[in-house]
């Protein structure tokens, strides 16, 4: 399915994002990972980008297609979180966290789109739970997700009419470091009776990204073990 295909993977250097160009790699995908810090990946080739750098991300896509021709598929995964309070974040701070999660899925989205001239057309975009629900202290990371959001089917509004799909992603608790961190009370209130992991992500943008599912456009796919859909009442 994705043998040769050329997938783009922003934000690949750790975490979800090193799971997703992982798992496309292991399907015998061309997988080039933008970054800002070194992709050290096994069948993943590395370009370094700003992704929130217009002129970077114009440049590194139009340089992928010279070398490779037509862009299948492109996940914008990239992001950083600051959580502090409201009262100390600064403005370099605001820009630095929208620039990076929301500016980059806009223009990243963009450039990709210009040269999907060939079967697949996927673009999956990183938003998070907190796009829909919050704790305190976490305004500029929860307004960057939920742009996204609305971003998503803005995009697949317009992308539609090159036959390109847009859909997201919102992950709950994706547990990123050792296993033995988590403790069972983390497990036990989720409804799937553990904690994310970033396979589960990765698995769900093989899915997305699969020409076979293409009736489905705009949409957001929430992994969180059900927490979104939990009421919790103290008794």
Same mark, same amino acid.
């Given at each position: 399915m994705f043998t040769n295909k050329t997938i783009i993977v922003t934000g690949a250097s750790h975490g979800i994002g090193k799971s997703i160009a992982t798992h496309f790699a292991t399907e015998g995908a061309r997988v080039i990972g933008l970054d800002i810090q070194a992709v050290e990946l096994k069948d993943v080739e590395y370009r370094k980008c700003d992704v929130g750098n217009?002129?970077?991300? $114009? *440049?590194? /896509?139009?340089? +992928?297609? =010279?070398?490779?021709?037509?862009?299948?598929?492109?996940?914008? @995964?990239?992001? $950083? *979180?600051? /959580?502090?309070? +409201?009262? =100390?974040?600064?403005?370099?701070?605001?820009?630095?966290?929208? @620039?990076?999660?929301?500016?980059?899925?806009?223009?990243?989205?963009?450039?990709?789109?210009?040269y999907m001239t060939e079967d697949i057309r996927s673009i999956i975009n990183m938003t998070s739970t907190r796009a829909f629900m919050s704790e305190p202290n976490t305004e500029t990371y929860s307004a960057s997700k939920g742009g996204i959001y609305a971003l998503t089917h803005s995009l697949a509004a317009t992308f539609s009419e090159q036959g390109i799909r847009v859909n997201s992603i919102a992950p709950g608790w994706i547990h990123t470091g050792e296993p033995e961190d988590l403790r069972d009370v983390d497990h036990q209130q989720h409804w799937s009776g553990r904690v994310g992991?970033?396979?589960?992500?990765?698995?769900?943008?093989?899915?997305?990204?699969?020409?076979?599912?293409?009736?489905?456009?705009?949409?957001?796919?929430?992994?969180?073990?059900?927490?979104?859909?939990?009421?919790?009442?103290?008794?």
């Open positions: 217009f002129d970077e991300v $114009i *440049s590194v /896509f139009q340089k +992928i297609h =010279e070398e490779y021709g037509a862009i299948h598929a492109l996940i914008n @995964n990239a992001g $950083i *979180s600051n /959580f502090k309070s +409201i009262w =100390e974040v600064d403005e370099k701070e605001w820009d630095s966290v929208l @620039n990076t999660n929301l500016k980059s899925v806009f223009i990243c989205s963009r450039e990709a789109a210009r992991n970033p396979a589960d992500v990765a698995r769900a943008c093989l899915f997305l990204s699969n020409p076979q599912n293409s009736f489905i456009s705009g949409e957001c796919l929430n992994i969180d073990g059900g927490m979104t859909r939990k009421m919790i009442y103290e008794h």
